[in-house]
DNA sequence: GTCTATATTGAGATAGAC
DNA sequence: GTCTATCTCAATATAGAC
């Protein structure tokens, strides 16, 4: 993956910007104002082009935004398929997928951002929607697996317990900062341990 | 509060529709499209009415905002006000402010849902963080108090505790629906529960 | 690969009649 | 309290030159 708001435009050759340039900068702009308040117009000032130009490389505004969602719905999915690998106990693949989700979600912070946003109205968010509940779905299987185990508590509906979890971990988006005090292995840490021994003083 | 989604403007003698009504209107499109994405025209159009009657009831479309806002924010206010009245634990008190606030959430969800949204490009926004944070603050410094009495985790940060657990909290507007299975007493004790205790079986 | 210019659509808001 | 008609502005997207 790229990274965001890197410096201007780094090519060699021609001048210009490329296709992962002119998506990050309209990400950040997508996550500034809101996709539906971000014009084509202010995404191609930041990158200090016409309008004309920003279609150039992406021949309409959603195919940015499925482009950005893309990435972020690929990182979950893989993070789903790696658990599926291993061979441990359920509450060993669940610890996996709940520690890898926030690390997805760190490292590529602005396109978790989008997809958590996006409402449904245009067809490349509804698909984006469906991936995402089929994402929900699994978890929500590796959690009830895990309490037939026996190491997840079983007076909470799993469907319920795993929208808590995810609203937990989701959250992350609204105030971390990979350039803060944090580190991403620490946030996962803190947010494990919140997450399954909860607030109150052991 | 008013009902949101009530049948068609509950008025006696002449035709026509209160500003509650066209407000409640108003609200469930900004949620159903997102804020931008809704029009005037689309608002007027569930109303029965042109878009110069809706005029009439609001001056313009950031008014409607700010009152939903308005609402979901003194709520949660009037929350910590009812807490601050207490005179219990630290650990009483924030129990009471955390289940306080998933009953103004399922209350009033409509309302909550748009704040949640709020990103802050306009001055109504902008306000409404404002006192969001303020309310964030609050809540803080009772989770550092309660970690002070020793009630509550002392190794995680309590700024980072308590986002996680408003991350929790307020992803309940993602899923509950007030006619669903589960009632909002049942869901605010689950909450508790998961929050206090986290997800592994006791 | 980028530009200027423009077609087209729809937005928020207002005027003034009934 | 509601209407029709309209103003004004900005949006997405395209045409065609360089």
Redesign the pocket.
Known sequence: MSELNAVPAPKKG?????RQYVLDTAVTAFIEFGYDA?????I?ERL??????V???Y????EMLGAALDEALGGLEGVLLEAGAHTGSAEERLSYVLRGAVHILTSRLPYVTLLLRVRGNTDVEREALRRRREFDRSVTALVAAARDEGSVRSDIDPRVVTRLLFGMINSIVEWYRPDGPESADQLANEVLAMALEGLSAT
Do not use: F, I, N
């Open positions: 021609r001048p210009g910007v490329d971000t014009s084509m117009g202010m191609a200090g082009l016409s309008k004309a130009a279609y150039h490389h021949p309409a505004k959603a």
